[in-house]
């Protein structure tokens, strides 16, 4: 392709960092900086420095395997294409459409995701298709929805960080998880402001603070209403705000007053004078933010958790006014996009719902289908992979790496080995890839284009720097020749673009309307915040939206919610929460808790950038993070092996003992799989309302092991 620098995005991470890639000579690309992107600036973390490195043919695949006596084998396209076509047929046919399931991921672009749940519905007729974004920000989706109408990660650009008051971090670690972005947390330091981080470890990120809370982990709801009763109670209310802009406070005030400080304190650990501070530093400045991400989220009551922490913002007047306001910090790539446009199990494009019969029938007539075709809402991710090999009998599986990433992950190893069939598309043998009688090899960022919605709602274009190599398609493709196969010759295009111009109409009218974006806008904006709304992008006709004039093209929306709340009335709604213990506490058998999350140099199930010898070096391994009187109360040094037993099963990892911990919680990131795998241990218990599974709370006991 080109010789010069492109312009485009990382391929991890919901920050979507902006970078430039020039091809080199042997192959590949090089990353250099670019700093006319808002979000970084020309900052990457070492993940995205080194992303290029999972390009190499070294580390990815290049020929379709297809599963043959028990082994993996190279195979041509056309057998392998033919081979999943042949079994999704049969499948269907033995045991009805709903036993063909689709698993997805947020990694996928706009145009992938769009593309899948189109595929699911009208190809396959299944109901059965949901992604991995679930165990990722349903929980604050759902509680985002209840309270304010809508869903965006962030009601606002990262670039308001800077220019509020004080912002609390809930269950979020930026210095990991998106290192360029703590520059926005930095400046709101040096303007005066104040940054208080709720982790139940000191993490990098909590050592910037101004206050630092350990709560116990899984109680961060109790904490949020301790906060607001201590609100109530110091008539810090913003009355006039409450009256005018929400509903339900009486409802709300009364199940917060329930929480008295020293109770709140009992079940947190987290002393009153820390509360009290904590409600000083947010209501004294004149605009104050709450950002929660997967720690008070990644819990089965995560959804009323975030709405305990938006009921917060509610009664202090912090939502909807400038450089105020609740956010979530999403995570994957394309965390936000991935989630509006239907590969999740209830919903259709432009956030539609599945089953509001208007979007039925507006998807159907952009779809050319019969609206009573389309099958209604489908499993929830955990619930789908539990149904494998039961009433799934065959998987199309694409983005995702389960067998590390999914609760309870030895089950889900083994539902997936009970499948009549699993098809996965990659960029890498993933341990999931590993277990399949398919694998088809696809393109990766750099190699292809696709729009990617970031953290902030900001619409990004990823360009294709350099062509792909022999003997892998595009995910698009893959989708196109199956359709083929399974009879429907037309409606899966393989340009991107031109799947971006369907999206645009599919999405007009919804909830998150893209119809006014165009790759040309976004080529010269910078990215386009949603909604973005276009009268003539609905009649599909593409030219006319192009030549309007300027004064006409909707700017799009960088901050939502300024004069009204997306509810009917305009009004946001307070939820009516109360604290409940998580669904795993500890006892006599199972002391300690167990909590997981992140490290800096791994990117999830490490499927990608456990590729990288650079950060490997960095990141070698799992590990049991626990406090120094745990370790000597167990008999465990530094880097002595530890067996952590849940009722799921048991995981063997070195100790790294820190004071940084809580002394009854343990930590183990989940990158990787093996004996050290922290999903052997985690509880599936699911949230009711947006069906995550509690990934952030289980009980354990631990014992030394013989090295
Ligand atoms: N390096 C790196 N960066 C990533 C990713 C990655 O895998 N690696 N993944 C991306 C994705 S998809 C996501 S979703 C984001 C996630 O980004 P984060 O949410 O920042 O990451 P986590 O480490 O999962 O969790 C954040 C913190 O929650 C704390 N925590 C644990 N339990 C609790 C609790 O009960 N309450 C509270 N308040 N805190 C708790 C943990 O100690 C941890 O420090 O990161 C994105 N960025
Ligand atoms: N214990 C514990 N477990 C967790 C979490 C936690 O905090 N604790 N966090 C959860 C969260 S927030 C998330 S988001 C999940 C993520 O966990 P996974 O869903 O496993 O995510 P990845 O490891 O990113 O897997 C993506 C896979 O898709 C491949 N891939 C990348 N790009 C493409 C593409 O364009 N097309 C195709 N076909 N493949 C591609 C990659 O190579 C990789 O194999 O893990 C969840 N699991
Ligand atoms: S912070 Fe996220 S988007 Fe930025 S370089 Fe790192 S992984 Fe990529
Ligand atoms: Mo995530």
Redo the contacts with the bound molecule.
Sequence with gaps: MQNSATPTHC?YCALQCGMNLTPVPDGGVEVTERADFPVNRGALCGKGRTAPQVLSSRVRLTSPLVRSEGKLVPATWDEALDRIAGELRRTRAEHGPDACGVFG?????NE?AYTLGKFARVVLGTSQIDY??R???SSAAAGGIKAFGLDRGLPFPLEDIPKTGCVILVGSNPAETMPPSMRFFNELRENGGTLVVIDPRRTRTAEQADLHLMPRPGTDLALALGLLHLVVAEGRVDEAYVEERTAGWEEARAAAMAHWPEYVERITGVPVPQLRETVRMFCEPEAAMVLTA?GPE?QSKGTDTVGAWINLCLATGRAGRPFSGYGCLT??GN?QGGREHGQKADQLPGYRKLDDPAARRHVAEVWGVDPDSLPGPGRSAYELLDALGVDIRSLLL?????V????RAAHIEERIKSLDFLAV????L?E??ELADVILP?T??AEETGTTTNLEGRVLLRRQAITPPEGVRS?LEVMRELADRLGVEKGFPTDPEEVFEELRRASAGGPADYSGITYRRLAEENGVFWPCPTPEASSGERQEAEVRPEAEVHPGTPRLFLDRFATPDGRARFAPVSHRAAAEEPDDEYPVLLT???VVAQ??????TRRVDELNAAAPGPFVELHPRLAARLGAAEGDPVAVVSRRGRAVAPARITTGIRPDTVFMP?HWPGEGR??TL?NPALDPTSRMPE??ACAVRLETVES
């Excluded at 991921?105 to 672009?109: R, S």
């Excluded at 590390?404 to 609760?407: G, K, L, N, T, Y």
């Excluded at 990117?603 to 990608?608: E, F, K, L, N």
């Design positions: 391929p991921g947020g990694g996928l672009t992938k991995n974004g165990f990722c920000m997967r990644q995570g994957q965390g694409m983005a995702s790496n389960p590390v990433s999914a609760p598309c990659d960029v890498v993933s999931t890839a696809v990766q960022w995910d997981t999350g992140r990117y999830q199930s490490g499927a990608q989940f922290a999903n985690t990934f952030k």
